[in-house]
């Protein structure tokens, strides 16, 4: 058994892991950090308590998990993160991180692809389980600009102070992250469309339940879920820290297979062979070697962010959030008028278990996706699917704490829109939408039953093909994407 924290303790009181830990929290020194806030957390279960920058020292000394936010003051930070699930067996890219890679390789090169078109060269590391991409967008260009514009429907806005430095986030800096986040999405989009058939196992928008394969339910989630929650929630792993996760999961993982782990660095990939990097993140020595040579300092992508705006402002993703944004959700007052008339009798038994039941199903993406294509195919608006949903998040369910700085309209948008966005553009075409594959992936409550969920993914399509997807105003420009 590895005493990890000690051994993490030794390792951040080598300079260059102190120096590129800091260049990652932006400025010229730690006091000076352009980040909001770090978090450090320990082998439990992280809390991700926000913590000023200049508690650095501490963080590392106590041998912890370091993260900074999102949420920056000078720029907007740019952040993708690709990375390998497993619903059946949690510890698999643990135990043969080799293979784990491999199957991610096809996402890794397209993205490489697609970076380089749009150029933008963002700073790349590696995680115990992916990919993790992070470049920033000055708030002082036109770019950013673009950003506020596109995200201004989807913005969080908030006047609220948080710590630790008492600051509330800007309405043009929530403008430009909700902006980036569908920029992204139009991103992730292109990386599923080129990458799944060159993959042996699913690669889908965030981590959704899939059908067994080799080892299990097993997928490469493009994971954006970020982009769902509110600017100040969000935070990444700062290049050379100790990936933590393992432990922080000991009790889903198991004793015997953590203790068994050798310490885990977050690392920069350090050239084009991953293999020798993986290798690299399960040796602090290693690490501390490449630290001396390698940089942790986020790169502004300005320019090549603009290009990536400009290719997802003539696409079709573009023209459905546009319409998705058309219609708002009914108020609060009008819900039991409007959501709470919907008749569960006339959903499948699946659907109208999930609505029944909250707490916890409708937070499992899988069952948002599901009631998604369930009402969209009933001629819902995506964007009153979303009111449903939020109409349920904020009802007392026993959430506890869940939505504790977080936000049930935000959230039930984002995920709306994704499973919408990718059906609407035709990158998702519901092959899966059966019971048959709802049974393979755990994900049917119900056992044998009188409905079908086919009978829901061939009215969806005719909807959309025959363009009422929107109620017949729409003239179907979303059903061509106009850039390849």
């Given at each position: ?15 260059a892991?102190?120096?590129?830990i800091g260049?990652f ?11 909001q806030?770090?978090?450090?957390d320990?082998?439990a279960?992280?809390d ?5 920058p200049?508690d650095l020292?501490?963080?590392?000394e106590?041998?912890l ?7 920056d003051?000078?720029?907007l930070?740019?952040?993708?993160d ?5 619903f059946?067996?949690?510890a698999?890219?643990y ?8 199957l991610?390789?096809p ?7 697609l970076?380089?078109q ?9 995680s ?14 036109s770019?950013?600009?673009s950003?506020?514009?596109?995200g ?30 569908l920029?992204m ?11 799944s ?30 982009y ?12 050379f820290?100790?990936?933590?996760k393992p ?5 889903m993982?198991?004793?015997h297979?953590?203790n068994?782990?050798?310490?885990l ?5 350090a050239?084009?062979k991953?293999?020798?990097?993986t290798?690299?993140m399960?040796s ?17 992508q300005?320019?090549?962010?603009r ?9 079709s993703?573009r023209t459905f959030h ?6 708002d ?9 409007t959501y709470?008339?919907?008749?569960g ?18 937070l ?7 009631l ?9 608006h ?5 009111g449903l ?8 369910y ?15 948008d ?9 059906f609407?553009?035709?990158v ?6 059966n019971?048959?594959?709802a049974?393979?992936?755990?994900t ?5 039953c009188s409905d079908?969920?086919e009978?829901?993914?061939k ?5 959309r093909?025959?363009?009422?997807l929107?109620?017949g105003?729409?003239?179907?420009m979303f059903l ?5």
């Amino acid at each position: 058994m590895n005493d990890i924290t000690g051994i993490l303790r030794s390792y951040y009181r080598q300079p260059a892991v102190r120096q590129r830990i800091g260049e990652f929290l932006g400025g010229d020194c730690i006091a000076n950090a352009t980040c909001q806030y770090i978090t450090a957390d320990g082998t439990a279960r992280a809390d991700r308590k926000p913590l000023p920058p200049e508690d650095l020292p501490l963080g590392l000394e106590g041998g912890l998990d370091i993260c900074r936010s999102l949420w920056d003051r000078e720029a907007l930070i740019a952040h993708l993160d690709v990375e390998y699930v497993n619903f059946d067996f949690a510890a698999e890219p643990y135990l043969d991180p080799d293979r784990a890679f491999e199957l991610q390789e096809p996402v890794a090169r397209t993205i490489d692809s697609l970076f380089q078109q749009a150029g933008i060269c963002p700073l790349h590391v590696l995680s115990g389980r992916g990919h993790h991409y992070a470049w920033s967008i000055s708030a002082r260009s036109s770019a950013f600009d673009s950003l506020v514009a596109i995200g201004n429907a989807a913005a969080f806005k908030d006047t609220t102070s948080y710590p630790p430095r008492g600051c509330a986030v800007s309405p043009v800096m929530a403008c430009a992250f909700a902006g980036l986040g569908l920029v992204m999405e139009f991103f992730a989009h292109k990386v599923k469309k080129l990458a799944s058939p060159l993959c042996e196992i699913p690669v889908d928008l965030t981590a959704v339940e899939v059908g067994p394969s080799a080892r299990g339910r097993e997928m490469i989630s493009i994971d954006i879920s970020e982009y769902g929650d509110p600017l100040h929630t969000r935070t990444v792993r700062v290049p050379f820290s100790g990936y933590l996760k393992p432990w922080q999961q000991k009790g889903m993982l198991g004793d015997h297979i953590v203790n068994s782990l050798d310490p885990l660095i977050f690392v920069p990939l350090a050239g084009q062979k991953w293999q020798i990097d993986t290798h690299r993140m399960r040796s602090p020595a290693m690490a501390s070697e490449l630290a001396e040579t390698t940089s942790a300092k986020i790169p502004e992508q300005t320019d090549g962010t603009r290009n990536l705006i400009d290719t997802y402002t003539v696409s079709s993703l573009r023209t459905f959030h546009e319409w998705f944004y058309s219609e708002d959700h009914e108020t609060p007052e009008n819900w039991r008028r409007t959501y709470d008339r919907l008749d569960g009798t006339s959903l499948p038994p699946c659907a109208r278990h999930v609505l029944a039941c909250p707490n916890d199903l409708l937070l499992r993406p899988c069952n948002m996706r599901l009631l998604t294509h369930v009402l969209l195919a009933r001629g819902w608006h995506p964007r009153h699917i979303a009111g449903l949903i939020r109409s349920k998040f904020e009802r007392d369910y026993g959430w506890g704490e869940q939505w504790v700085g977080y936000d049930p309209s935000t959230r039930a948008d984002f995920y709306t829109r994704i499973f919408a966005g990718l059906f609407a553009v035709g990158v998702d075409d519901l092959v899966d939408l059966n019971c048959r594959s709802a049974h393979e992936k755990g994900t049917c409550p119900m056992g044998p039953c009188s409905d079908n969920l086919e009978h829901i993914q061939k009215l969806a399509r005719e909807i959309r093909d025959d363009d009422k997807l929107a109620g017949g105003d729409f003239h179907g420009m979303f059903l061509q994407e106009k850039h390849s």
